[in-house]
Nanobody, 124 residues
């Protein structure tokens, strides 16, 4: 059974940092892409970052490039999202999602399992 459990969310001030974790079980991150999505109230869900399996290629939404870093610990089967220089517009529920394939995708349909999400709130 595929399971994803996020942690690390919280309340920070503008310019602060948080590190989100997504612990995966039931499958190996070495073979499937893993992504972080976020959804703010009244807005559509958007992909923030993705880590491709096998080749380790990463993808970032333009809005977070240079501030967020995705990484993977294969031994722990966990993916992280280091978020620096946070802005109020980063406020959202962040969820990780396991891909159907090894490569990253911009389409929700290409992700098969989702975590419950963790709230990130950035105050101005």
């Amino acid at each position: 059974q595929v399971q994803l459990v996020e942690s690390g969310g919280g309340l920070v001030h503008t310019g602060g940092s948080l590190r989100l974790s997504c612990a995966a079980s039931g499958f190996s991150l070495d073979y499937f892409a893993i992504a972080w999505f976020r959804q703010a109230p009244g807005k559509e869900r958007e992909e923030v970052s993705c880590f491709s399996a096998t080749d380790g290629k990463t993808y970032y939404n333009d809005s977070v490039k240079g501030r967020f870093t995705i990484s993977r610990d294969s031994a722990k089967n966990t993916v992280y999202l280091q978020m620096n220089n946070l802005r109020p517009e980063d406020t959202a529920v962040y969820s990780c999602a396991a891909g159907r394939y090894y490569y990253c995708s911009e389409f929700d349909i290409d992700f098969r399992s989702w975590g419950q999400g963790t709230q990130v709130t950035v105050s101005s």
